[in-house]
């Protein structure tokens, strides 16, 4: 169970009937909870989000009315499919993020470098990068829906020289949302293996301290070891996208004492 403000989340893994009792007795638990404090669920908001495959999709209920069905669901932001892929998030994403960029470009005629580019970062730009590490897109029509946000961004500003949009990122001091996006990944893994952040890493990494076979990224025991996966979506889940692109970091970066010192290492690297 997870719990956000007056949000909560309630998830099992139902191989078969049995799992499936159990977590309509954790409901039914946890209504009892409620009214013992004098709450109450507001069950036309409660959904079920069926993820899997080979789930059965069973009706679950709260005193007895069941509950609605999803095939996705917005959680802190983030929204979630049944499929695990990020695809509509990402388009809902770049529709939120090129509608304010409609809107200054309206409320602002001459699109300078510098004040109009501050606006773009402000403004724009995190709609695009929010929470990206938990939706890190990986096919192209997905990276490319959020890129044509910035790059449409990018030939509004006038005076610049650059004839491709690489050059005009370059002549801008900007990178891809592509390798910001990795830079994100690596500054979240380097938090989780220092304990900055309040997770246990060993629930999202194996370290080469933790494996016994001897291979070539085992000379720093803070190199990652990759999860086998049989889906797209496994090999591109963040605990294991980053285990390369970790892994191939200087040992220097790695060591980093702090979080800034780490992200100014990372910065002037291209991916």
């Given amino acids: ?18 799992d499936i ?22 069950t036309a908001k409660c959904k079920v989000l069926h993820l899997g495959r080979n789930n ?3 009706v679950y209920n709260m005193n007895g ?38 809107q200054i470009s309206r409320a602002f005629m001459y699109r300078d470098r510098k004040t109009f580019l501050n606006l773009y970062k402000r403004f724009v730009r995190c709609h695009l990068e929010f929470a990206v590490p938990a939706w ?26 650059g004839r491709t949009y690489e050059d005009k990122l370059s002549e801008l001091n900007l990178t891809s949302l592509s390798d910001r996006r990795i830079k994100f990944d690596l500054v979240q893994t380097y938090k989780i293996l220092n304990g900055i952040d309040r997770v246990s890493p060993d629930i999202w990494f194996k370290t080469v301290e933790q494996n016994n076979r001897l291979t070539r990224i085992t000379s720093y025991s803070k190199n990652l070891v990759a999860v086998r996966s049989r889906t797209d979506i496994r090999k591109n889940f963040f605990s294991n996208r980053v285990v390369n692109l970790w892994n191939n970091l200087p040992t220097d970066i790695k060591d980093s004492r702090t979080v800034k010192i780490f992200k100014n290492k990372l910065e002037p690297m291209r991916f």
């Fill in 1 to 18: 169970m997870l719990k956000f403000a007056d949000d909560t989340k309630l998830g099992n893994v139902a191989r078969d009937y049995a």
């Fill in 21 to 42: 009792e159990h977590l309509q007795k954790t409901i039914d638990e946890l209504l009892v909870w409620a009214d013992t404090w004098c709450m109450s669920f507001n």
């Fill in 56 to 58: 059965n999709r069973h």
């Fill in 65 to 102: 009315i069941d509950l609605q069905a999803v095939e996705t669901e917005r959680y802190i932001g983030v929204l979630i499919s049944s499929n695990l892929k990020p695809s509509q998030h990402c388009t809902q994403a770049a529709i939120r993020a090129s509608a304010i960029l409609t």
């Fill in 136 to 161: 890190s897109p990986w096919l192209a029509q997905d990276i490319e829906v959020l890129e044509k946000v910035q790059r449409r961004a990018v030939n509004m500003i006038v005076g610049l020289t």
